[in-house]
């Protein structure tokens, strides 16, 4: 991954890029940005990308079913989480994508994908992630719940380095998903997400479920046990812990 790199001073949004030269692109090719003038959250949620930060999508072309596309999200969440882990401070993922240190959140994940019947043409896999921002780079709506690498080392962090590590940790978690059956991914994320087992709110387009979050099916979707007993497994959505 990342063999060729599409780099950019400014961009609308990586993601909106990638698609764009996605079709001519070989797969692992990257688009990075210093400083996005309308990121993208999930959900069409607004992502702040201020200079500071890593603003990267990868173009994938795994040849894998559409309904499997989620999961890439959740090998994201965990190279990323890996890689943060790996200096030393306590990356956990909240379902489905966000990597938080203390409780708040430092990176956020957007897939997007297109397909030809069920077959998956390419994914791109977009990649926030908070490194060298200030907490008063971020506006004050947004900033209770987030936090930065420099923030919670202390440090100015190589943004480089830490790209090169992050490449290559994708990479690894790529192969293994393409190489190897889903569950062992899945078990290394279960082991660092601080869901499962808390009382959740989550919200999608047309609801709200309230439950206990107790799993996550194969193709990554929150399995929710209500008041009622009953489970429901919810594919995309707005997970909210009841408790901090
Ligand atoms: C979320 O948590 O809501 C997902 C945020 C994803 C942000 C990244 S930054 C690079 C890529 N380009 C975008 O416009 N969004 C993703």
């Known amino acids: 991954l990342g063999q060729k790199i599409h ?13 764009e030269i996605a079709a001519s692109e070989e ?29 990267m999508s990868v173009i994938l072309k795994p040849g894998i079913p559409l309904r499997h596309a989620s999961r890439l ?10 890689v943060i882990r790996d200096m030393g401070l306590d990356a956990r993922i909240k379902w489905p994508n966000d990597v938080r240190i203390n409780g708040k959140k430092v990176c956020g994940i957007l897939t997007e994908a297109k397909a030809e019947v069920d077959r998956v043409d390419y994914v791109i896999l977009g990649i926030g992630i908070n490194v060298n921002m200030e907490l008063k780079d ?6 209770a719940g987030s936090t930065t690498l420099k923030v919670e080392t202390g440090k100015h962090i190589r943004r480089v380095s830490f790209l090169q590590d992050l490449l290559f940790e994708l990479e690894q978690q790529y192969i293994r998903f393409k190489t190897q059956p889903f569950s062992q991914i899945l078990n290394d994320w279960l082991a660092l997400s601080d869901t499962i087992g808390r009382e959740v709110k989550v919200t999608t387009p047309s609801r709200i479920i309230e439950g206990k979050a107790v799993g996550v099916t194969p193709d990554g979707a929150l399995i929710i046990r209500k008041s009622d007993d009953t489970k429901e497994e919810i594919i995309a959505g707005r997970c909210i812990y009841a408790r901090p």
């Open 7 to 19: 780099y950019f001073e400014e961009v609308s949004s990586t993601n909106s890029v990638a698609k």
């Open 27 to 55: 797969e692992g090719s990257l688009v990075i940005a210093e400083v996005q003038k309308v990121g993208r959250g999930r959900m069409g949620r607004e992502w702040i990308s201020p200079h500071g930060g890593i603003w």
């Open 73 to 82: 999200t959740l090998v994201a969440g965990l190279a990323v989480a890996n």
């Open 138 to 143: 971020i506006p004050e709506s947004f900033r």
